[in-house]
């Protein structure tokens, strides 16, 4: 989650949810998992809060196997592709821009103006500011260095639902 970016990369955890979605190893297509779940009746999205990222998705059934294998792939062999890192910064900025107008947001600025240097004073969507690189600090390999400290299995959680049985 949020509270978990480096202090020099600030919403670098919602940066990286956009990233995963860009292709893996396996499907490096960077638009093949959106349109895989558009040609499949289904949808996909993604959030960033504090202590998680939650990523979801929802196909019709006779696509839940490949669709499922390609999200598992975001969690074993992201691309991570350097080449989209300025598109995502610019789409984590939007996502702000868009944002930062909102009640909620203020009130949370506000608190974070109480905070002073406690942990949970961070600048939680990201914007072209602080996702950019800087002299001790650049994105692409802070990105794939918090990818591997915090996407491991020993610390994710995975919930399957589905109308079939459970055997299958």
Do not use: C
Not at 95 to 101: G, L, P, V
Not at 132 to 154: C, I, M, W
């Amino acid at each position: 989650g949020l509270l978990q970016d480096p202090m020099s990369q600030q919403g670098m955890a919602h940066y990286l949810e956009h990233m995963l979605f860009l292709g893996t190893e396996r499907y490096p297509d960077t638009k093949g998992y959106s349109e895989f779940m558009t040609a499949n009746g289904g949808a996909q999205n993604a959030y960033t809060w504090l202590d998680i990222t939650n990523y979801m998705f929802k196909v019709k059934n006779n696509a839940y196997d490949e669709a499922l294998g390609r999200f598992s792939d975001f969690f074993k062999a992201p691309k991570l592709y350097p080449e989209y890192t300025e598109k995502e910064k610019n789409a984590v900025n939007a996502e702000w821009s868009m944002r930062r107008e909102m009640d909620f947001f203020g009130q949370y600025n506000l608190s974070r103006s109480m905070m002073g240097s406690h942990p949970a004073n961070r600048f939680l969507i990201g914007n072209l500011e602080t996702l950019a690189d800087k002299d001790n600090s650049k994105l692409h390999p802070q990105t794939v260095e918090f990818y591997n400290r915090y996407y491991s299995g020993n610390i994710m959680k995975v919930a399957l639902l589905s109308n079939l049985p459970l055997s299958e």
